[in-house]
């Protein structure tokens, strides 16, 4: 469905902000993950509740964030609150062993 609805609702393409949509973070290729951190030039926010995933597939990503942090780029990393209510809804809604609040702590 949000492929459609967004695609019908947005005009997307290389010259417009929004380029491209996934209906989930893992429909995205692991290659786009990288094609957009290596392509950075002044800036890298990375916004979610743990980013964990990236550490995951994303082979030497502190060595890659660190050679970009070196040329001049800033590196912001917005994580989640693991004691706050909104954290706690969304575990009880995942509802599996390894919680937020434990992806959270690991960072």
């Known amino acids: 469905m949000w492929p459609t609805a967004v695609s019908s609702a947005l005009k997307t393409g290389?010259?417009?902000e929004i380029v491209q949509v996934f209906p989930y973070r893992s429909a995205?290729?692991?290659s786009l993950w990288r094609s957009l951190i290596t392509k950075a030039q002044k800036e890298?926010?990375?916004?979610?509740y743990t980013n964990?995933?990236?550490?995951?597939?994303?082979?030497?990503?502190?060595g890659?964030?660190?050679?970009?942090?070196?040329a001049g780029c800033r590196i912001r990393f917005l994580?989640?609150?693991p004691d706050s209510p909104v954290t706690m809804a969304r575990?009880?809604?995942?509802g599996v062993p390894l919680t937020l609040s434990t992806r959270i702590a690991v960072r």
Request: proline share 6%; no cysteine.
């Open 52 to 62: 964990y995933f990236l550490w995951l597939e994303q082979a030497n990503l502190a």
């Open 44 to 48: 890298l926010t990375f916004a979610g």
């Open 79 to 81: 994580i989640g609150d």
């Open 14 to 16: 290389p010259d417009r």
């Open 91 to 94: 575990e009880a809604e995942e």
């Open 28 to 30: 995205a290729p692991s």
């Open 64 to 70: 890659a964030l660190r050679r970009k942090a070196q």
